[in-house]
Nanobody
Framework: QVQLVESGGGLVQAGGSLRLSCTSS????????MGWYHQAPGKQRLLVAA???????VYRDTVKGRFTISRDNAKNTVYLQMNSLKPEDTGVYYC????????????WGQGTQVTVSS
């Protein structure tokens, strides 16, 4: 069973930065797309950023220009650089993989908590 381990979260003031990491127990080299998801308290889990095997990226409008997703296939790791953080970015961040039909491939990890204070 593939394990996804997210890390890098924490408490930061508004305007600050964090870098999240997601390491997979299986190679991500051929994965169609890796994504970062945000679950705010009491809300649905939403995709905020994704990167394809060809390094194309997509971002939710609310994070465009502030977040950057990247991947290191050699380390089986996907990163999310989060800048200019806002209180509404607070929540748990998860990563997952998507196949060519954009269906989730793996069980969710434990996520990493991000708290942005105003």
């Amino acid at each position: 069973q593939v394990q996804l381990v997210e890390s890098g979260g924490g408490l930061v003031q508004a305007g600050g930065s964090l870098r999240l990491s997601c390491t997979s127990s299986r190679s991500i080299f051929s994965i169609n797309r890796m994504g970062w998801y945000h679950q705010a308290p009491g809300k649905q889990r939403l995709l905020v950023a994704a990167i394809t095997s060809g390094d194309s990226t997509v971002y939710r409008d609310t994070v465009k220009g502030r977040f950057t997703i990247s991947r290191d296939n050699a380390k089986n790791t996907v990163y999310l650089q989060m800048n200019s953080l806002k209180p509404e970015d607070t929540g748990v961040y998860y990563c997952n993989a998507e196949n060519s039909d954009y269906l989730l491939m793996y069980s969710w990890g434990q996520g990493t908590q991000v708290t942005v204070s105003s």
